[in-house]
């Protein structure tokens, strides 16, 4: 029996039904008069919960019995015969995500400052947000129900936080009891049942590295192909996480953690034909090192996670290269520059000269440093508003790129709340937010 230790973040939650935000028109929602604010409650006779229940209730069936509270508080039954694949035109309230009861020693959440915004105090730990987005859960909350859901609507892969299979270490990252810390029965009922699991261990030195890493690779290897990979990620200290139990991650404990875990993956590919656990980026730049040839990430399983990420840019940079170099294109008037965080700046300088030397361009990229966070974060993805103001005297050229990122995914605001509308101001020159994908072709798209 699972406990439920999960209580819901808003009132919302509790309202049955899920909400309807937008309707189509000439939809099949507009034909039946359905309206933002109705609620549809039950499908053939089984409730809604949220999208992914009306999606999952309504997949496949062409006759559909769908009860519906209207906005104005009148019950509606209507029944429908629809070709299979004819959409609905229907768009839905977001998911409001369960919370975890874990008390984690390196939770993000600690190392927030207090003025950030309140969306970075969403201790989310839910099964659905981990099918859509690749949200990692712990699954030490998770309630029969929930299970019974991944399994029934197939909601896989699943992203799961191990940190360590040893159950005193995890209890003890997880701030939580050995009995809720054991999750080898949720994970076998799961890889039973067919659904994918990729883990994920945030390395904390001196707690979860070494032998106890070691175990924790093995033991997730004999789930595989099940447990299809590991994603090793380091801890992240901010100014405001400063638990004395916890060590920063220096560049010796990263090039022990490489030379370790690159034997363990050479003997894994032998035997399971993958790399299986694979290092975070941080890792390996921290370390000075050059991230693994593109091979070493067969199909980039954990790229949500940031893994691979910089031997994918790499990659396409240089196809970039040589794309530019067969079509001899002159990009010598191109001039701006690039900001992206610390971690990453010497990679992007480096690209950045060669592209400079053989096509003219005039290019220049700025490190910016997080003064928001402190601590060791250097990764561009949380650099803020703030942080790129005190880096605008390192601008030259006519125009800006920053890390598309570092604003939240549905509304131009940054991390500290300031608008990019509020930074484009401050700017003498034009900024452009892109991510790496588009950092490639907008730079591609220059040179023409
Ligand atoms: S599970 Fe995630 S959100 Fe919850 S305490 Fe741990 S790190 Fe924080």
């Given at each position: 029996m699972y406990e439920f230790a999960v209580t819901p973040a808003v009132t919302q939650i509790r309202r049955r039904g899920v909400s309807i935000t937008e309707v189509a028109a000439g939809s099949i929602g507009a034909e039946l008069d359905l309206e933002a604010g109705d609620r549809i409650i039950r499908i053939n006779g089984r409730l809604v919960r949220d999208y992914l229940d009306f999606r999952f209730q309504a997949a496949g069936e062409t006759e559909l019995v769908i009860e519906v509270r209207k906005a104005s508080g009148e019950d509606w039954e209507l029944n429908i015969e629809r070709d299979e694949s004819e959409d609905f035109g229907i768009s839905f309230e977001q998911i409001v995500p369960r919370q975890c009861a874990n008390e984690c020693l390196f939770c993000f959440c600690k190392g927030n400052p207090e003025t950030a915004r309140p969306s970075l105090f969403v201790r989310d730990e839910d099964v659905r947000l981990s099918f859509l987005y690749g949200n990692y859960t712990t699954l030490t909350s998770i309630t029969e129900d929930e299970m019974r859901r991944v399994i029934e609507q197939r909601l896989s892969p699943q992203y799961v936080s191990v940190h360590a299979t040893d159950l005193d270490v995890r209890a003890y990252l997880l701030g939580i009891d050995k009995e809720r810390a054991d999750i080898s029965g949720k994970m076998q009922q799961m890889l039973d049942s067919g659904i994918e699991i990729h883990a994920q261990v945030v390395l904390c030195p001196g707690i979860n590295d070494r032998e106890i890493l070691r175990r924790t690779i093995y033991d997730l290897a004999r789930m595989h192909p099940g447990v299809s990979s590991v994603a090793i990620v380091p801890l992240g200290l901010t100014r405001y996480l400063n638990d004395p139990r916890l060590t920063p991650v220096t560049a010796d404990f990263c090039r022990d953690a490489i030379k370790m875990v690159s034997a363990i993956q050479k003997d894994l590919r032998g035997k399971l034909g993958t790399t299986f656990a694979f290092l975070g980026d941080e890792i390996y730049l921290k370390a000075g090192r050059m991230v693994p040839s593109r091979k070493h990430y067969g199909d980039y399983p954990q790229i949500e996670d940031g893994i691979g990420m910089v031997r994918s840019f790499t990659n396409q940079f240089q196809s970039l290269m040589r794309r530019l170099a067969r079509s001899q294109a002159s990009a010598a008037r191109r001039s701006g520059t690039i900001m992206t965080g610390e971690l990453f700046a010497p990679v992007?300088?480096?690209?950045?000269?060669?592209?400079?030397?053989?096509?003219?361009?005039?290019?220049?990229?700025?490190?910016?440093?997080?003064?928001?966070?402190?601590?060791?974060?250097?990764?561009?993805?949380?650099?803020?508003?703030?942080?790129?103001?005190?880096?605008?005297?390192?601008?030259?050229?006519?125009?800006?790129?920053?890390?598309?990122?570092?604003?939240?995914?549905?509304?131009?605001?940054?991390?500290?709340?300031?608008?990019?509308?509020?930074?484009?101001?401050?700017?003498?020159?034009?900024?452009?937010?892109?991510?790496?994908?588009?950092?490639?072709?907008?730079?591609?798209?220059?040179?023409n």
């Amino acid at each position: 029996m699972y406990e439920f230790a999960v209580t819901p973040a808003v009132t919302q939650i509790r309202r049955r039904g899920v909400s309807i935000t937008e309707v189509a028109a000439g939809s099949i929602g507009a034909e039946l008069d359905l309206e933002a604010g109705d609620r549809i409650i039950r499908i053939n006779g089984r409730l809604v919960r949220d999208y992914l229940d009306f999606r999952f209730q309504a997949a496949g069936e062409t006759e559909l019995v769908i009860e519906v509270r209207k906005a104005s508080g009148e019950d509606w039954e209507l029944n429908i015969e629809r070709d299979e694949s004819e959409d609905f035109g229907i768009s839905f309230e977001q998911i409001v995500p369960r919370q975890c009861a874990n008390e984690c020693l390196f939770c993000f959440c600690k190392g927030n400052p207090e003025t950030a915004r309140p969306s970075l105090f969403v201790r989310d730990e839910d099964v659905r947000l981990s099918f859509l987005y690749g949200n990692y859960t712990t699954l030490t909350s998770i309630t029969e129900d929930e299970m019974r859901r991944v399994i029934e609507q197939r909601l896989s892969p699943q992203y799961v936080s191990v940190h360590a299979t040893d159950l005193d270490v995890r209890a003890y990252l997880l701030g939580i009891d050995k009995e809720r810390a054991d999750i080898s029965g949720k994970m076998q009922q799961m890889l039973d049942s067919g659904i994918e699991i990729h883990a994920q261990v945030v390395l904390c030195p001196g707690i979860n590295d070494r032998e106890i890493l070691r175990r924790t690779i093995y033991d997730l290897a004999r789930m595989h192909p099940g447990v299809s990979s590991v994603a090793i990620v380091p801890l992240g200290l901010t100014r405001y996480l400063n638990d004395p139990r916890l060590t920063p991650v220096t560049a010796d404990f990263c090039r022990d953690a490489i030379k370790m875990v690159s034997a363990i993956q050479k003997d894994l590919r032998g035997k399971l034909g993958t790399t299986f656990a694979f290092l975070g980026d941080e890792i390996y730049l921290k370390a000075g090192r050059m991230v693994p040839s593109r091979k070493h990430y067969g199909d980039y399983p954990q790229i949500e996670d940031g893994i691979g990420m910089v031997r994918s840019f790499t990659n396409q940079f240089q196809s970039l290269m040589r794309r530019l170099a067969r079509s001899q294109a002159s990009a010598a008037r191109r001039s701006g520059t690039i900001m992206t965080g610390e971690l990453f700046a010497p990679v992007l300088e480096q690209l950045i000269a060669r592209m400079n030397r053989r096509f003219g361009t005039r290019l220049n990229v700025v490190a910016v440093k997080n003064e928001y966070f402190g601590g060791d974060v250097s990764v561009a993805g949380l650099l803020t508003g703030g942080d790129f103001l005190s880096a605008r005297d390192q601008v030259s050229g006519d125009f800006v790129i920053i890390p598309k990122v570092t604003l939240k995914s549905d509304e131009p605001v940054m991390l500290d709340g300031m608008r990019f509308e509020e930074l484009r101001e401050k700017f003498d020159v034009p900024i452009h937010a892109c991510d790496y994908q588009d950092l490639v072709s907008t730079i591609e798209g220059m040179a023409n």
